[in-house]
């Protein structure tokens, strides 16, 4: 993670923001770059793919997987020059074939979430951001099937229906 109130004056770009990355990316390119998506840090901490795999290999970075990577702390501006060398870029055609696939995937649940639920025959949705709930409401001729085949209780009283999502992280209210 990088640490603002860290700084390192590098060489090149004088003071910096100090970040972090295995010492194989520092200097080499085309190696792939890995890093955490979950936080909001601009600089996380990163490393190539083959330190990725041993990292993954001992389920996560203990002594092993650290003295692989070796990490070292660089100023963020070589940070930005490491990450451009070192993504491999997709090809056109891998491009494509993600994007389909991808379509494909999210019409499938789509689908999915349309037989499971009818949600096509409800008006409107609202989504409840405290709660973590997507409320559909306004249906008009209600069946008992979305109350049986779901743990979504059907509010009687507001004639609406309540969809918690099953996972917690949902209920994280974004941050932006
Ligand atoms: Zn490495
Ligand atoms: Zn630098």
């Known amino acids: 993670m990088s640490?603002?109130?860290k700084t390192v004056i590098c060489d090149v770009h004088g003071d910096s923001i100090g970040?972090?990355?295995?010492?194989h990316l520092v200097r080499g390119s085309g190696l792939g770059f890995y890093c955490s998506a979950e936080d909001d840090d601009e600089y996380p901490d990163a490393c190539g793919a083959n330190c990725n795999e041993i990292m993954e290999q001992e389920g996560g970075w203990n002594d092993t997987s650290e003295a692989a990577a070796s990490i070292a702390i660089v100023c963020h501006h070589c940070y930005e020059s490491a990450k451009l060398r070192n993504q491999i870029k997709m090809s056109e055609d891998d491009?494509?074939?993600l994007l389909s696939e991808s379509h494909?995937?999210?019409?499938?649940?789509?689908?999915?979430?349309?037989?499971?639920?009818?949600?096509l025959k409800y008006d409107r949705f609202d989504f409840d951001e405290n709660a973590g709930h997507l409320v559909f409401s306004g249906m008009v001729g209600w069946n008992s099937k979305q109350n049986a085949s779901t743990s979504a209780p059907y509010q009687q009283k507001t004639n609406t229906w309540l969809w918690s999502w099953g996972n917690d992280a949902s209920r994280k209210i974004p941050e932006r």
Do not use: G, P, S
């Not at 494909?104 to 949600?119: A, G, H, S, T």
């Open 3 to 5: 640490d603002e109130t």
């Open 19 to 23: 970040t972090y990355m295995c010492r």
């Open 95 to 97: 491009w494509q074939t």
């Open 104 to 119: 494909r995937y999210l019409k499938e649940r789509m689908c999915d979430v349309e037989d499971q639920y009818d949600i």
